[in-house]
């Protein structure tokens, strides 16, 4: 050989000098690929759970829970105090007593 860089045609089945740009895309996108299998192996997707429902909730307690969340926010000032604190109670009384229920019934 001359030292020459041989060209496109010289060899019979030699290819086309690849271009810079495609070469750089094929890089890219086998490590990206790469990449995206190890993390694949390393961390699986997760299911989520659903948290499972207990057998006393009813929609009575989730009123109530739901009154007492938009008090919450208020519960320091003088004027909503009163009226948070016996949310609060009544809601706590109503889920004691729904539990309770609900103990018995399922031991009975």
């Known amino acids: 050989m001359s030292g020459r860089r041989p060209e496109a045609g010289d060899h019979k089945g030699a290819q086309p000098p690849i271009k810079l740009e495609t070469a750089r895309s094929a890089v890219?996108?086998?490590?990206?690929?790469?990449?995206?299998?190890?993390?694949d192996i390393a961390s699986p997707v997760q299911k989520t759970v659903k948290a499972k429902s207990v057998p006393w909730w009813t929609k009575h307690l989730a009123t109530l829970r739901h009154k007492l969340n938009k008090l919450e926010p208020k519960r320091n000032f003088s004027s909503h105090r009163e009226e948070y604190l016996i949310t609060r109670n009544t809601y706590r009384a109503a889920l004691r007593k729904e539990q309770k229920e609900s103990w018995k019934k399922l031991c009975t």
């Open 28 to 39: 890219f996108f086998s490590l990206y690929n790469t990449i995206g299998k190890a993390l």
